[in-house]
């Protein structure tokens, strides 16, 4: 069966998801509380919508709680993760999606923002400044 980029799409995008709702109720497992203090992958959601429209990563806040339960390097953390979500895009899909094309969605677009967002963070911390 060959499918076709439309559900290879669809696929990505609910692959985008899953990896969404695993790492909020993993967080729940280390005992982490859901979050009010930014919009953050553990804000509480009441529907589907609300859940979908959540940051796939974690503020400061919830980080830091996080780090403190598995201590890991958040440098290290970063990198990896960008690493791991820049392998899903080897087929590049979720680029084209926000591209305009009908399949647009917010969740492939947010997959690409979160992507550029950790870059973001990754390039700041190495150009921060040491006092
Ligand atoms: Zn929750
Ligand atoms: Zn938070």
């Known amino acids: ?19 969404q709702v695993t ?13 009010s203090y930014f919009a953050c992958g553990m804000n ?10 959540q940051p796939l990563f974690l503020c400061p806040v919830c980080l830091r709680k996080l780090q403190k339960a598995l201590y890991f390097d958040i440098v290290e953390r970063y990198e990896v993760l960008y690493n791991f979500l820049d392998s899903l895009t080897q087929c590049d899909l979720l ?3 926000c591209d305009g094309d009908s399949l647009q969605t917010a969740s492939a677009c947010k997959f690409v923002s979160s992507m550029n967002w950790l870059n973001s963070m990754l390039v700041f911390i190495e150009n921060k400044p040491t006092t």
């Open 23 to 35: 790492s909020h109720e993993i967080c729940h497992v280390f005992g982490m509380s859901h979050c």
């Open 44 to 53: 509480e959601s009441k529907s589907i919508l609300q859940a979908e429209s």
């Open 95 to 97: 680029q084209k999606g």
């Open 1 to 19: 069966m060959h499918l076709t980029t439309v559900a290879l799409k669809k696929v990505f995008i609910t692959f985008v998801f899953y990896f």
